[in-house]
């Protein structure tokens, strides 16, 4: 079945320095990929999509880039603020249109 | 613009009590999910609704049911509650089936089964 794996935390990182987070996929078909952000206490918001192989979602000084040959869409950023500390999530719409999310990883930067 | 709206914000039952979770959304979206949030296990999918009148089951249905009377609108209800289900729900909704529209997300409701 569809599922997704992302790189377990929690990371904490310094402010400016730069920002991988793994997100790898298992999907029949072509899925739309997704990276949202959970900030404390709130829901998840959209943070980038990509919706076919070598699409480039970009937000916010964040990207990622649909790598279908190798079932991933890694998150970077080249600078972290202090701001970005939140929880991302990989997510993918599978069949059904039914999505299907990685465990989240936290990510904290320290001035 | 208030988008997905979930209420209540928080709530503290005693195992065996029943309640309803309300989302509605202002967007004119077809499709509507509930999920829980678990640490370390992201988000669960519970039921969710591809139009008005509509339901079906997520990975985790069971201790839940669903009801979606009118497009905006899409309860969950927990028929007797378990501290086993003591968790952040989520609703969200979406616009269509293409596969490429995201889905939007209420702030959650904070429940603890006690």
């Known amino acids: 079945g569809d599922s997704v794996t992302q790189m377990e935390g929690p990371v904490t990182l310094s402010e400016e320095a730069f920002l991988t987070i793994n997100c790898t996929y298992t999907a029949t078909g072509y899925p739309s990929l997704f990276w949202y952000v959970q900030y404390p206490g709130e829901g998840l918001q959209l943070l980038l999509k990509?919706?076919?192989?070598?699409d480039k979602g970009s937000n916010k000084g964040f990207e990622a880039t649909y790598r279908k040959e190798t079932t991933s869409f890694h998150l970077e950023k080249g600078s972290v603020q202090v701001s970005d500390s939140a929880v991302y999530f990989c997510a993918l719409n599978g069949r059904a249109n039914q999505f299907y999310f990685g465990t989240g990883t936290s990510l904290t930067v320290i001035p | 613009n208030a988008g997905v709206t979930q209420t209540p914000k928080f709530r503290v039952l005693k195992t065996g009590q029943s309640m309803t979770l309300l989302c509605a959304q202002d967007m004119n979206h077809e499709y509507m999910y509930w999920y829980r949030q678990d640490p370390g296990m992201g988000l669960r999918l519970i039921h969710y609704s591809v139009g008005e009148g509509t339901t079906a089951k997520g990975e985790v249905p069971d201790g839940y049911n669903v009801s979606r009377l009118k497009k905006q609108n899409f309860l969950l209800g927990l028929e007797s509650a378990a501290p086993s289900q003591t968790s952040v729900y989520f609703c969200?909704?979406?616009?269509?089936?293409?596969?490429?529209?995201?889905?939007?997300f209420g702030d959650g409701t904070r429940l603890s089964i006690l």
């Open positions: 969200a909704s979406s616009f269509d089936r293409a596969g490429n529209q995201p889905q939007h």
């Open positions: 990509a919706t076919k192989a070598d």
